[in-house]
């Protein structure tokens, strides 16, 4: 049955930051941003920014299986979290997505996020986007996007198979990217030879 993606989590605003997220060494918080987000959804938590927080906001810390979906930009994807330091926040790019505590029984936060990156809620993203300069998703346009939760034990066997889908990916990247590198040092190797013949 499909509903309404806001029936099953909480949403809530990243970190007000007013300006650029200054780099402290006596910083008190870890700053997830866009740019720690890799090509496969990862977030790169050894690049991830340390600050002082201003303001007398008290930060809302990430916790494991939170969703952080990228709100601001054409690119409108979901990240799950894991295993992250406790101190860390994310910046006012994102929304951070919570499967309400009635739901922690029967909706997995892998699997809805998952649903998210998939080809029916990007293309609603892609055709709900607001702004012309700089185009974003607003909170209730989230709130309202299609959703389908089958049963838990669907949940579990459609995350088992993206993570087999993704494992595969990044081994044949790898063994493209190693080929790549052997063809560039026989071109390197032959162009020597070439050389010192002259």
């Given at each position: 049955m499909t509903t309404t993606l806001g029936k099953y989590v909480s949403i809530g605003s990243g970190y007000p930051f007013r300006g650029r997220i200054e780099?402290?060494?006596?910083?008190d918080a870890l700053v997830v941003q866009i740019r720690n987000i890799d090509a496969d959804g990862e977030i790169l938590a050894?690049?991830?920014t340390l600050t002082k927080l201003p303001g007398k906001k008290s930060p809302d810390w990430l916790?494991?299986?939170?969703?952080l979906f990228i709100a601001k930009g054409?690119?409108?994807?979901?990240?799950l979290v894991k295993n992250l330091p406790e101190n860390?926040?994310?910046s006012p790019h994102f929304f951070r997505l919570r499967v309400k505590p009635q739901?922690?029984?029967?909706a997995l936060a892998e699997f809805i996020c998952w649903q998210l990156n998939q080809e029916p809620a990007q293309r609603y993203f892609k055709v709900s986007a607001e702004g012309s300069l700089q185009v974003s998703i607003r909170k209730k346009v989230?709130?309202?996007t299609p959703f389908t939760l089958p049963d838990f034990e669907t949940q579990i066997k459609i995350v088992n198979l993206h993570r087999c889908a993704m494992k595969e990916i990044k081994?044949?990247?790898q063994l493209i990217k190693n080929r790549q590198l052997e063809m560039t040092a026989i071109a390197s190797e032959l162009l020597n030879r070439l050389t010192k013949n002259a």
């Open positions: 780099p402290s060494r006596e910083g050894n690049e991830l916790l494991a299986n939170d969703i054409t690119k409108n994807t979901a990240t860390t926040i994310c739901h922690n029984a029967d989230l709130e309202e081994t044949y990247n």
